[in-house]
């Protein structure tokens, strides 16, 4: 996917898209649409990821640490406040973030009971040994419980506060389990069977190898990788490891002395005791962040350097490492985020920057889906929203002239085969960088938390956002911008969505691989979840429906509901929105051999009625335009071209028909290759007409909301039109 910087010329119009004549076709109608790849049923579909509120100010914080949320929406944040380790937190019910409590040295974590925890070290007065240190809030809690000791004793270097590492795990059957490194590189798990039980006694289960001695240095190993889970059965896995790689700043260094140590064990349910360290091809040959979770059906599975690997509940061994197209980076692993019916989608680094791959249940791994690219590594974050879509966050460079003016924090919403426009939610000010993370609250909204700060690091306020409640989606509005936006097929294998959002950059979003031949129809919200749906036809004559994600563009492989196998025979597919009076948008086509139009009505679930015939003969009309509402009824309207360069209207009825035609404009569009009904362009709650002439120069009519339009203004240069091979 590619985001291009586009400027418009003259008032508020960028790239637009048109409803484009279609190619002849061979004709097949569904009684109701049959499926291809199923959609969800409109009766059924959650109502999705609504458009970000205006961000509110945290005070004082001048650093993300970590923002995580409990099974029941609570979220927790760890801050910098006054240059002091903080953590807040804004309970399931409420809006409002509480007062911050300070927790030096503290790490915060989620769990797959849904559990957050607070993990720190306590240094003895010695400073030779430290204790460690937990706080809980349980899944449906609202608060951190007391703090209590996890184990004592623990070897630590003289100046530091404890062990190296440290990580915490906990089951939905109740067991829990801590495992750290401490200073003489040995791995130490302590476990308990309920949240109240006591700790085990800690138990040395690896260590990590001696350094290797060379003649030019001596080559120590470094932990890079200690991680757990617990399954909902209770079994308890570990992935840990490092490598020997030498870090100092020699020069002729051996690289026969750069290995790798990375080792699983295993304690069964029911088991006292753990595995022998054992080694996992599925790793692959040089493993540095390894992402280990448990699955949702149990067992575990890991993501490693491309590679993701289920071990099922009660095997003895993992099964095969499968591609991903998702990798972890040089600061942080990959995520794992698994729905309740068994879909996995992993988040990391793609191609360029960050990208979601996503597994189904029932079959591989889909194409992994690049978001943006020129962004800061690690920067990303990631949560699942009620919908059940993913929202992505990270910094984004901004470049003007070839030169970085700013870093941008950025949340784009991810679903299965389809990609959301990206939102920028700091302000847009230059000489600024802006960092943070995203969690889900109560309500499986999407809570970000970011600062922005001078590029020199000064001036740091810290902003927290959500998303507001979706409304019923104004026609051809796929950005939530409360603007039309324009969609189209690019020259270059692209579906283009042209947006005027007055919070973010002007930008062409786009979705490939999609044949210059594709027509693409805006059509409405057919699903039910309150956000626009498409209607697209393919070089073959194949007609599909398309529900993406809220404010995004599918690939070809999306679900999708197949309309026809062949609807070639149609020279024209349209959408004005409600043509029937009942709220839910339709569809029109035309024969192209009898110039017949007919209607296809929305059936209220999941497909539509059979065909109406609802005009006769069209063959005189060059093109037919679905136009939406032009007299301000609630009933979309249609316009017809005629050889003479005649514009006729026709008036929508709450019967699905046509009322007779009135005159529009006359001598007008012989130079036009592409006509659409654009929607509400110019923000004045009517309805507009977009036209492009055959110098790919870009024409605006502006609706009056009594069904006629003003004179036209140019919109848009051929320069950048002439990319595009239609409009939608």
Known sequence: MNMHSRALLGSALVPVFALAVTAPCAHAVPSTATSGTTTTAATTTAVGTGPWATPKQLAGVTRVIALQSSRNGTVAGLFVQGGKTVLSVRPAGSTAWGSVESVAGATLQRTDDGALTLLWWEKAADATSGTLRMSRLAPDATAFGPAETVATGIPANGSSTGAVSATVAAGTSGVQAVAWMDKDNRLTVTQRSGPTAAWSAPTVLDRLPDPIVRTDNIYDYHLHDLRLAVDKNGTIGLIWGGDSYYTGDGVDYDPTAYQWYYKYLEKPAGSA???????????????????????????????????????????????????????????????????????????????????????????????????????????????????????????????????????????????????????????????TTSTGAVAADDKGRPVAVWTQAATDGSSVAAFTATTGTRALPKWRDYADSTRSDILGIGRSGTMNMLTQDAANPVRTFQERPWAAETKVVPFGDFDGNRCNDLVVRMPGGEARLYTPVCGGLPTPDSPYKRLSSDWSAYDTLLSSGDQ????????????????????????????????????SGWTGYKRVIGAGDLDGDGLGDVLALDSTGKLWRYNGTRTGKLKDRVQVFKDWGRTYKDVIGA?????????DLVSRDTSDNLWLNTGTGTGTFKGRVQAGDATYWKNWASLG
Request: hydrophobic residues 30%; charged residues 20%.
């Open 580 to 615: 029937t009076g009942d709220g839910r948008p339709d569809l029109l086509a035309r024969n192209k051999a009898t110039g017949d139009l007919y209607l296809y009505a929305h059936n209220g679930t999941n497909g539509f009625l059979p065909r109406v015939k609802i005009r």
């Open 679 to 687: 929607g509400d362009i110019n923000g004045d709650g009517k309805n």
């Open 273 to 431: 005791s753990w595995t022998t360290p054992r080694d996992l091809p599925q790793l692959g040959e040089k493993p540095n962040r390894v992402t280990l979770a448990a699955h949702p059906q149990g067992g575990f599975h890991l993501l490693s350097f491309n590679n993701y690997a289920r071990k099922a509940a009660g095997a003895a061994n993992w099964g095969p490492a499968e591609s991903t197209g998702i990798y972890a980076n040089g600061t942080r692993p990959a995520e794992l985020l698994t729905a309740p019916n068994g879909d996995v989608s992993a988040i990391g680094s793609g191609s360029s920057g960050p990208a979601v791959a996503t597994r189904p249940a029932t079959g591989g791994w889909k194409a992994a889906q690049d978001l943006a690219d020129n962004t800061e590594s690690g920067s990303y974050s990631s949560t699942r929203t009620a919908d059940g879509s993913l929202v992505v966050t990270y910094t984004q460079r901004r470049y003007v002239d070839g030169r970085t003016v700013r870093r941008d924090f950025v949340a784009q919403t991810v679903g299965v085969g389809s990609v959301g426009k990206s939102r920028t939610l700091n302000f847009l000010t230059d000489g």
